[in-house]
């Protein structure tokens, strides 16, 4: 096997091109930025090129790495993860549009709205790739993956079998999918296709989502008029309310929103009649974790270089040189003054590879 120590070393094969690093420093390729290294990291151009992957691991297999937003690892991560590098967008039909795994998300919302395409405006700007979204089925201001998606197509990492999942086979939930359940790692999503809609404007835009609170707010006097409006709003509430990982490295919101029957999170209201609730679905409503976290004094709070952010209080932040093992150590800190308080677990929601 052609591979140097001190890498980007490349295995050429007649069919493949992957790009080996060994050693491989983490921080500059997760949100977080946290000190961490993999013993080796494998880049895939390509989904043929997995079988050589498979040759070319150095311990054992740890995962995939999309772009790393929404992702923890530990100081040393042993073996090897393979990051998932094969891009590109095409349309299938009028509004059905496919999705390499390794095209940034952002990419592709708005690739899609340039084509007149209307559908993915509200989860504008949420960073990531297009592998990574079915995962937790990303969503946000009011809209989820998993209202646009048709299928997507994966290769299980044993057999190389390649299998179609339909929406159904997904299990879709808030922040979450079957692959989060699935044994490890088993599944490597190689693209995704969603359905649009043509761009509507004037009256025929009465079809858009804004009924989220900030955009409801935002277009009160004056309904958007296409699409464009929504991702513009949704881009500029987007940056005023939450740290740029550029600046304050980060994962996005931290822990899930707790979601609790009507009966357990009206008697909460009732002991707090502040807490902000939400309906989800006839026999649910979810909860505020930021509201919480805010109420035990957690907002802005730091402890060496660990902290949560001062502009929003679910997002926790890198002030510097935290590894994993101190993020998670502040996390359960988290985690215990929320239980105390309000008498609910709170649940991560980046994955976390310590070791
Ligand atoms: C500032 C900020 C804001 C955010 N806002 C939102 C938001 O509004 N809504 C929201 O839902 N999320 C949000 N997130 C979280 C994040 O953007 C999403 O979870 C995104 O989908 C992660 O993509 P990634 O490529 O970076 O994933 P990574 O962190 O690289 O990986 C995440 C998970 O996906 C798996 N994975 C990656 N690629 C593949 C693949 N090809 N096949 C199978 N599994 C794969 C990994 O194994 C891992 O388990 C935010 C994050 C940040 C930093």
Known sequence: ??????????LHTELSLLEIIDNADLSTRISLRLRSQVDRLIRVHHPAELGDAKLALRGPFRGLLGEGSNSVFGAHIHGTLLQIAWRGIERLDRYQVRAQAGEHWDELVQWSLSQNLQGLENLSMIPGSVGAAPIQNIGAYGVELAQRFVSLEAVHWESMTRKRFSREACLFAYRSSVFKHLSHQ???????????????????????????PDLQQ?????????????????????SGKLPDPKVEPNAGSFFHNPRLSNEAALGLKARFPELPI?????????????????QCGMKGQRLGDVGVSAKHALVLVNHGEATGEMLMAFARKIIELVDERFGLQLTIEPRVLLS
């Open 186 to 212: 088993s599944w490597i999503i190689s693209h995704v296709d969603v359905q649009l809609n043509p761009l509507a404007t004037g009256e025929s835009a009465a079809s858009l989502d804004y009924r989220y």
């Open 278 to 294: 939400y309906r989800d679905g006839e026999h649910h409503h979810k909860l505020s974790a930021a509201w919480m976290i805010e």
């Open 218 to 238: 935002r277009f009160n006097r004056q309904p958007p008029d296409s699409a464009l409006d929504i991702a513009a709003a949704i881009r500029e509430i987007r």
């Open 1 to 10: 096997m052609l591979c140097a120590d001190l890498c980007p070393a490349q």
